[in-house]
């Protein structure tokens, strides 16, 4: 399949832009959403028909981006869309708007607002009239709030992580600085049960990759112990916390001592994943739907179809689950003050974004 043509204008940062589109002008898209979520334990923030996923906080606290699958669109592209903290609707979407686009399935997912108005995600394509699930291009791209489509691309994937294996997808980007982010590098596999059943897209997480583009050059490295990571989360400029596949424990890593350490252990409440840390608070998704194995045809592999919120204090190690295990949620997102938590429920093999109230 070949790619579409883009215009390309001058190198900025440290690759080429990729010229698109976006709704920087003031708009004011229709209000999708729900007014601000009452005091219960579980409130429903998106009531998208399609995919809602991957949510993650300003700086600031103010909002959240996540990526939203528009169905209602011809092209199905996904976009990211920002959310007041408390709910409510929509305040800006971001999308691939080019005439030139609406054969093509285009997808911005992984929002990593950073900070001084910077933004992170990854865009993808995929060539929709021959019905086509894997994309046929994807980067991971570095711009600003203020003009994300312009931003420049740090990685087309796939590519090699610098460990030296293969990876699709990057994910759970995070900021250790203006010109530094860390995330999540990905396998990704499709398959089906049967030659009419509908394709399984299957994501799991290989390494943590730190990437620095301040010098003349991007840098790209891979994290001390972070082989099978499967999630990760920052705190400050030289702290990150991670979990691996098939492990109930979180570890933290201090980048400039590379010491390594353990914060929580899960135990037999099961595998943690998806780490979150803020406010002196942790949060992480343990047990559920959740394996990890030996496929014997792609390797080792954590599937994960969700699992029960848990709430760790830092100080005292103290832990209270917040959901039952009845609800699966994946990708939590805990606001910088440590005050506020939204997630992926799964239900049906669809994802909403949900408020998730805090002690």
């Known amino acids: 399949m070949r790619p579409r043509p883009r215009p390309r204008p001058p190198v900025l940062l440290v690759a080429v832009i990729l010229m698109g589109c976006d709704h920087t002008e003031p708009?004011?898209?229709?209000?999708?959403?729900?007014?601000?979520?009452p005091a219960a334990a579980q409130v429903r923030l998106t009531y998208n028909?399609?995919?809602?996923?991957?949510?993650a906080w300003l700086p600031s606290g103010g909002g959240f981006f996540y990526g939203r699958q528009r169905l209602d669109r011809a092209d199905h592209d996904w976009c990211l869309a920002l959310m007041p903290a408390d709910g409510g609707a929509i305040r800006r979407e971001i999308c691939d708007v080019l005439p030139g686009a609406a054969d093509s399935t285009d997808a911005w997912r992984s929002p990593g607002p950073g900070p001084g108005g910077r933004l992170a995600y990854v865009r993808s394509t995929a060539y929709a009239p021959l019905g086509s699930i894997a994309p046929y291009r994807t980067e991971l791209v570095v711009g600003t709030l203020s003009d994300p489509a312009r931003?420049?691309?740090?990685?087309?994937?796939?590519?090699q992580a610098p460990s030296g294996r293969s990876y699709d997808m990057a994910s759970q980007i995070r900021w250790l600085g203006p010109s530094s982010i860390v995330y999540l590098a990905e396998r990704v596999a499709y398959g089906a049960a049967c030659g009419s059943c509908p394709v399984d897209t299957l994501r799991w997480g290989q390494e943590?990759?730190?990437?620095?583009?301040?010098?003349?050059?991007?840098?790209?490295a891979m994290l001390p112990g972070s082989d099978q990571a499967s999630s990760v989360a920052v705190a400050g400029s030289d702290t990150v916390y991670y979990t691996t596949n098939g492990d109930s424990r979180v570890y933290r890593l201090v980048l400039s001592t590379e010491a390594i350490t353990v914060v929580h252990d899960f135990g037999l409440?099961?595998?943690?994943?998806?780490?979150?840390?803020?406010?002196g608070r942790l949060v992480a998704v343990v047990g559920g739907s959740v394996s990890f194995d030996n496929d014997p045809l792609i390797g080792r592999v954590q599937r994960d179809g969700g699992g029960t919120l848990y709430l760790v204090s830092l100080a005292t190690g103290a832990r209270q689950a917040l959901?039952?295990?009845?609800?699966?949620?994946?990708?939590?997102?805990?606001?910088?003050?440590?005050?506020?938590?939204?997630?992926?429920?799964?239900?049906?093999?669809?994802?909403?974004?949900w408020a998730v109230r805090l002690p």
């Open 269 to 279: 409440a099961g595998i943690a994943r998806d780490v979150q840390v803020a406010g």
């Open 49 to 55: 028909l399609g995919q809602d996923q991957s949510p």
């Open 151 to 159: 931003g420049g691309v740090l990685k087309v994937l796939p590519g």
């Open 208 to 220: 943590i990759v730190k990437a620095d583009w301040g010098g003349p050059v991007p840098v790209f």
């Open 323 to 353: 959901t039952s295990g009845m609800e699966l949620f994946r990708h939590p997102a805990l606001s910088p003050a440590g005050d506020h938590l939204v997630a992926e429920m799964i239900t049906g093999g669809s994802s909403d974004i």
């Open 27 to 37: 708009f004011l898209p229709p209000p999708y959403g729900s007014p601000p979520p």
